[in-house]
């Protein structure tokens, strides 16, 4: 048989076996695994779920059962645009809200929406690994801009925007994936000067902004920029990404309508039973007093982790120090490759995610990415021993 892939998914970039070696990795149990993006289970509401599942079959189980509205259940989307104002003081009403499954699809129905093959898209360098495949599927050309320790190079951003012809910008501007790293109000100010006026959409990923454990939280670009800046959101990292209920949130009315359209094409509608048992779970519980309780663990394993790396880590290897999220990313020192460390480190029974599939343009880099939400404090001392012993013999 001659069977023909399509050249979509023959890409030799494409790198979706990376991630399902990550997610692999982080189910082995003979594995300390740093290398997922995993949410702690402690902070998963099981029984509140179990409660909120009986409720909704009992008052409204045809319903839960039957097919449903493309844009989401309404009451979901309500509480949507009510936490948007009470968090971010932003504006969007129910008509601007659709929910979809986890913001991955979302991110796959923007570069359906917008991307023609060859049209020029931003991303910061690195960027949110399954994004940049997700653009790739639709084949733009991909305009890598520099991540500073502040945020976004907003002297390569108003360069590129005046030299180049992008039509979006993509940014996780909290707690970054893969670095952990957060913009300040600064720099967030100063991308909205470069971009106000322009026809340079900003597509703002939000997963894990509410997951600050300390600083100050910065505006989103959608408070400076209004209807330019498509948001996205997902209930993921904040109640379970099991139940994959997620969001994007558009003003413009024309973006809209085709991203309507698209999802209708994709799947028709997010689970509604999934929906309506969230929603219930929101009804019936404090959402902000379990946030609260998630933000105290990351908090302190993030301390604790940093902990670790202080004690074992070789001179010469530097780390950022999140205020929020799940990340530290890790820079080793010349020399030396990320993926050679994590080949090593695997073999000792540690996995870790080098940072090179995070790029655009770059392989053999130094950095790489370590996960803490979801390690216990002897893993954490254990693995980051071992990774340190890997390091030192390689140095
Ligand atoms: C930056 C970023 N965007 C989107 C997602 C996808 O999340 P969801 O579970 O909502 O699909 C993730 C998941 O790790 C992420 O880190």
């Not at 189980?61 to 449903?68: I, K, N």
Request: charged letters at 25%; glycine letters at 8%.
């Amino acid at each position: 048989m001659n069977i023909k892939i399509s050249k979509r998914m023959s890409q030799p970039d494409f790198q979706g076996a990376f991630t399902a070696d990550i997610l692999k990795a982080a189910a082995n149990p003979s594995l300390i695994s740093f290398a997922g993006g995993l949410p702690n289970p402690v902070s998963f509401p099981v029984e509140e779920m179990e409660a909120a599942t009986n409720k909704v079959l009992a008052r409204d189980g045809v319903r839960a059962l039957q097919y449903s509205g493309a844009q989401g259940y309404p009451p979901l989307i309500k509480r949507i645009c009510e936490r948007y104002k009470k968090i971010m003081d932003l504006d969007f009403s129910p008509k601007d809200i659709i929910i979809t499954n986890g913001s991955q699809q979302a991110l796959d129905m923007f570069s359906a929406v917008m991307i023609d093959p060859g049209d020029q898209i931003m991303v910061e360098n690195p960027t949110y690994l399954c994004a940049l495949q997700t653009f790739h599927l639709y084949y733009p050309e991909v305009l890598p801009i520099k991540l500073n320790e502040d945020g976004i190079d907003t002297d390569m951003l108003a360069e590129t925007v005046k030299t180049q012809n992008p039509k979006f910008i993509y940014i996780i501007p909290n707690f970054q994936n893969p670095t952990g790293l957060t913009y300040s109000e600064n720099v967030r100010q100063q991308m909205a000067e470069v971009l106000k006026g322009t026809d340079v959409l900003v597509l703002e990923d939000n997963p894990y902004g509410e997951l600050r454990f300390s600083g100050e939280a910065g505006h989103s670009l959608h408070y400076f920029l209004g209807e330019q800046c498509v948001m996205l959101g997902t209930f993921s990292k904040i109640v379970s990404p099991g139940m994959r209920i997620g969001w994007i949130a558009c003003k413009n009315r024309e973006i809209f309508d085709k991203l309507l359209a698209y999802k209708t094409t994709m799947d028709l509608h997010t689970n509604i039973f999934c929906q309506m048992v969230l929603e219930q779970y929101l009804e019936d519980n404090d959402l902000d007093a379990h946030i609260e309780r998630a933000k105290k663990i990351y908090g302190e394993k993030a301390e604790y982790m940093i902990s670790c790396m202080e004690k074992y880590f070789p001179e010469g290897v530097t780390y950022t120090k999140p205020e929020g999220g799940m990340f530290i990313w890790v820079t080793l020192p010349e020399g030396i490759k990320a993926v050679d460390v994590q080949a090593e480190a695997i073999k000792e029974g540690v996995a870790v995610c080098a940072g090179d599939p995070f790029y655009e343009n770059e392989r053999g880099v130094r950095t790489m990415r370590i996960n803490y939400s979801n390690s216990t404090n002897e893993a954490m001392d254990k693995g980051m021993k071992i990774l340190g012993d890997v390091m030192k013999k390689m140095i």
